[in-house]
T-cell receptor, first 112, second 111 residues
Framework: NAGVTQTPKFQVLKTGQSMTLQCAQD?????MYWYRQDPGMGLRLIYY???????DKGEVPNGYNVSRLNKREFSLRLESAAPSQTSVYFC???????????FGSGTRLTVV | QKEVEQNSGPLSVPEGAIASLNCTYS??????FFWYRQYSGKSPELIMF????GDKEDGRFTAQLNKASQYVSLLIRDSQPSDSATYLC???????????FGKGITLSVRP
């Protein structure tokens, strides 16, 4: 009964490096989301996937790409990391938004 | 732009007091409303949701919704130090829409 699982939990990257954040849910939810959380800025939506096979941009998509690999998995890729992407990243899933979201435990990313 | 505003914090209350957290939203057609609790270094956790005008109680927590005035509040009775956290208000404008989150308010309960 894991819910939403994110890996890794912590990561330090050098400017220009790439990486993929992984997210998987076992609740058979249709929708999945990637957020970043920065002090004073709240949760900001990067990308979301309303259903398997679809992805859409959120509020702050620049510098990121996503893949909805199947119904369970939704990954976030940073192609060329920048210090401005230092943040805590949360993946979330929902059956429909009307029931709220379940969040993963987060990835704390530092870009130096 | 759809907005969710939470009253400025931080909020500090003594143990045993009632903590009142408020949230206003701009989209009059919003249908569902949520309160998340986030402990420092942890992920947001859903603690209350409300869809209809009025009050909804769950243990020491009461969510209040007033659609005419476009506000939703969370009352925490008999506040405990373990309630110290950041509380996020979230609003869903429609059944297939994305949640809009407020920036959160940090609550500190003094022993």
């Amino acid at each position: 009964n894991a819910g939403v699982t994110q890996t890794p939990k912590f990561q330090v990257l050098k400017t220009g490096q790439s990486m993929t954040l992984q997210c998987a849910q076992d609740m058979n939810h249709n929708s999945m989301y990637w957020y970043r959380q920065d002090p004073g800025m709240g949760l900001r939506l990067i990308y979301y996937s309303a259903s398997e096979g679809t992805t859409d941009k959120g509020e702050v998509p620049n510098g990121y790409n996503v893949s909805r690999l199947n119904k369970r998995e939704f990954s976030l890729r940073l192609e060329s990391a920048a210090p401005s992407q230092t943040s805590v990243y949360f993946c979330a899933s929902s059956e429909t938004g009307i029931y709220g979201y379940t969040f993963g435990s987060g990835t704390r990313l530092t870009v130096v | 732009q759809k907005e969710v505003e939470q009253n400025s914090g931080p909020l500090s209350v003594p143990e045993g007091a009632i903590a009142s957290l408020n949230c206003t939203y701009s989209d009059r057609g919003s249908q569902s409303f949520f309160w998340y609790r986030q402990y420092s270094g942890k992920s947001p956790e859903l603690i209350m949701f409300i869809y209809s005008n009025g009050d909804k109680e769950d243990g020491r927590f009461t969510a209040q919704l007033n659609k005419a005035s476009q506000y939703v509040s969370l009352l925490i009775r008999d506040s405990q130090p373990s309630d110290s956290a950041t509380y996020l208000c979230a609003v869903n404008p429609g059944a297939n829409s994305k949640l809009t989150f407020g920036k959160g308010i940090t609550l500190s309960v003094r022993p």
